[in-house]
């Protein structure tokens, strides 16, 4: 009798430990949407390793064109620049959103579309959700570099 309530009392204390590691867990998987605890920045310039604004200055072609080069083989598979597609056009992303945001949204795509309001609206429009592409900061400055190029001049790089 001893023994069994012993190796019960055991059990218990196994599964408590279980659940207090998961609930003291902050990162944890799926804890919540957890768009209420969203910073002014993050809700206007979006979740990700950008921060503080970069002030990006004039386009510099040089970028625009490698950024043109990479999102031709990366992200015009799902983008187009003035229609829908599999995501939505990009044409005019620059004009609705910030770079700083941009940014964030290539580099992080999935926390993007599960925490940030605007991207948890784009997911319930698109029912996809955006894959990372491996791209590196330097590349999606330069991949903002030429969408900024596109909107500002209506000339598309890649052609
Ligand atoms: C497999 C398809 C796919 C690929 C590849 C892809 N995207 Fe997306 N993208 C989407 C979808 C779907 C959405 C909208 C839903 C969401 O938020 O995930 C989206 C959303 C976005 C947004 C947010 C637009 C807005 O209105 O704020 C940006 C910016 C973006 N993508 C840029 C890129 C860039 C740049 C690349 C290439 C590095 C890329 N995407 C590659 C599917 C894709």
Same mark, same amino acid.
């Given at each position: 009798?001893?023994?069994?309530?012993?190796?019960?009392?055991?059990?218990?204390?196994? !599964?408590g430990c279980?659940?207090?590691? #998961?609930?003291?867990?902050?990162?944890?998987?799926?804890? !919540?949407?957890?768009?209420?605890?969203?910073?002014?920045?993050?809700?206007?310039?979006?979740?990700?390793?950008?921060t503080?604004?970069?002030?990006?200055?004039?386009v510099?072609? #040089?970028?625009?064109?490698?950024?043109?080069?990479?999102?031709?083989?990366?992200?015009?598979?799902?983008?187009?620049?003035e229609?829908?597609?599999?995501g939505?056009p990009?044409?005019?992303?620059?004009?609705?959103?910030?770079?700083e945001?941009?940014?964030?949204?290539?580099?992080?795509?999935?926390?993007?579309?599960?925490?940030?309001?605007?991207?948890?609206?784009?997911?319930?429009?698109?029912?996809?959700?955006m894959?990372? $592409?491996?791209?590196?900061?330097? $590349?999606?400055?330069?991949?903002?570099?030429?969408?900024?190029?596109?909107?500002?001049?209506?000339?598309?790089?890649?052609?």
């Amino acid at each position: 009798m001893y023994r069994i309530v012993f190796l019960l009392l055991l059990v218990f204390l196994w !599964t408590g430990c279980g659940n207090g590691d #998961e609930t003291a867990d902050p990162n944890g998987a799926g804890a !919540t949407d957890g768009s209420a605890d969203l910073t002014d920045f993050e809700l206007e310039h979006g979740i990700g390793p950008v921060t503080e604004r970069l002030n990006l200055g004039e386009v510099d072609l #040089e970028k625009a064109q490698r950024g043109a080069d990479f999102y031709d083989s990366r992200c015009a598979s799902c983008h187009r620049m003035e229609n829908r597609f599999v995501g939505p056009p990009l044409g005019n992303a620059t004009e609705n959103r910030s770079h700083e945001f941009l940014i964030n949204f290539i580099l992080n795509p999935e926390e993007m579309t599960n925490r940030h309001p605007v991207g948890q609206a784009l997911l319930q429009d698109y029912l996809t959700i955006m894959p990372y $592409q491996n791209v590196t900061k330097e $590349q999606a400055v330069e991949i903002v570099d030429f969408l900024r190029y596109y909107a500002d001049t209506g000339e598309d790089l890649r052609n």
